[in-house]
């Protein structure tokens, strides 16, 4: 039951990390909001209890993310 709430909460936030990056004045705002989405995923992450590959899945979105910062 807890993932896939956590998978639903992954797809929200990569949902919402796209919009500052295509609007991003710079690769240091854009890396900026790649930090911020890791730390609210690594968040999720402890409040839900999930830790079986949910940490590692948000430090791959956060690397998903910072390819698309350059």
């Known amino acids: 039951m807890k993932r896939p709430r956590i998978m639903a909460l992954l797809g929200l ?6 919009v500052p ?7 240091e705002d854009c890396r900026r909001q790649c930090s911020l989405d890791l ?3 690594q968040n999720a992450c ?3 209890r999930d830790f079986d590959g949910c940490l590692e899945e948000c430090h791959s979105a956060e690397e998903d993310c910072l390819s698309g910062c350059r």
């Open 39 to 41: 730390v609210a995923c």
């Open 21 to 27: 990056l295509l609007h991003a004045q710079a690769p």
């Open 46 to 48: 402890l409040d839900s």
């Open 13 to 18: 936030l990569a949902a919402l990390g796209e």
